[in-house]
């Protein structure tokens, strides 16, 4: 098992617990940033999927300073779970879109309190480059740091499909600039995106395999209000997996995957309040019990059909 827990695969808590010595909750932030897929630079109409808060989960308002969030955030927190350290986690929309002395004064921002211990900054592969590599890697020495790429599919059909204006060489090259400049990569990428199929998706576990990302979140493609992919679903041009199917995949996936690699996230369903479809996406809790259940049920684990597994007893067991 890993992280001394009872799961089957690495959980990236359980991975912050064990390196902190203390559960580590992260505070989400909207800093105000756009996206080049929805200023018009590439498209004005944004990836299919993506909702008009940029996939944005909490209620706060970049109307608030992100010191005002990042303290409010911290004040909720602490008073709830007792909550001691935390990391700022910049997600709305693509948050390195900006120059560099803005991406200064921004990050630094979110690294003032002292109980702040990591910093991870969600984006494009597409909206980084040398100098803002180096800028974010300048904080690893003090903050443990990452930084998101969303990938969604290794399949240029499918990226073009979905209106993601990247293409899948343009994460290689983007993921081998961020790891020479020794950053901690998470990919994000979604299972049932419109004509994959579960080899598609498999092919994509593959692949990340062999680069040996840091770490990875795991999405089900859902339909959520005001989205073009709503759209699509209302006129009957997609339908989503089901409940079974994705946990199947999901298993199938984490057993391709490197033990080493840390599972930041096994399901995402944005808001509730702007879920349309699949419904059973808005039991998340639900979702993750029945994925360790499989994981049991097949005796299976993170990393079993990985050619290079780690060896029972290796320190992330």
Request: positive net charge.
């Amino acid at each position: 098992m890993f992280n001394n827990t009872q799961k089957r695969y690495n959980q990236y808590s359980a991975h912050l617990k064990n390196k902190f010595g203390v559960k580590v909750y992260k505070i989400t932030l909207d800093a105000g940033f756009s996206c080049p897929n929805r200023d018009g630079t590439k498209s004005f109409d944004g990836c299919t999927f993506c909702d008009e808060g940029g996939s944005f989960s909490q209620a706060h308002s970049n109307l608030l300073s992100v010191e005002e969030q990042l303290e409010t955030g911290i004040e909720t927190l602490s008073e709830r779970f007792k909550a001691k350290k935390f990391m700022s986690y910049f997600q709305a929309y693509s948050n390195t879109y900006k120059s560099v002395e803005e991406l200064e004064k921004i990050y630094n921002s979110a690294l003032q309190h002292p109980d702040i211990v990591g910093i991870s900054i969600g984006t494009r592969p597409d909206c980084v480059d040398n100098a803002k590599l180096r800028l974010i890697s300048s904080f690893k020495e003090d903050y443990y740091t990452w930084i998101e790429y969303g990938l969604q599919s290794i399949h240029d059909k499918t990226l073009l499909q979905i209106n993601r204006g990247h293409d899948f060489n343009c994460f290689l090259k983007t993921y081998e600039k961020s790891k020479q400049a020794g950053l901690n990569v998470c990919v994000h990428v979604i299972l049932g995106l419109p004509g994959e199929t579960k080899t598609d998706m498999l092919k994509t576990a593959q692949k990340l395999a062999e680069l040996k990302i840091d770490g990875i979140k795991i999405h089900m493609l859902c339909a959520l209000k005001g989205t073009k992919l709503t759209t699509m679903y209302e006129e009957g041009k997609i339908s989503f997996i089901s409940e079974d199917d994705y946990i199947q995949t999901v298993c199938d996936f984490l057993e391709i995957l490197p033990p080493e690699t840390i599972i930041h996230r096994l399901a995402g369903n944005g808001l509730k309040k702007n879920l349309i479809e699949p419904r059973w996406l808005g039991k998340k809790l639900d979702c993750l019990n029945k994925i360790d259940r499989e994981l049991g049920k097949r005796n299976s684990y993170q990393g079993k059909l990985h050619k290079k597994n780690s060896p029972v007893g290796s320190q992330i067991f």
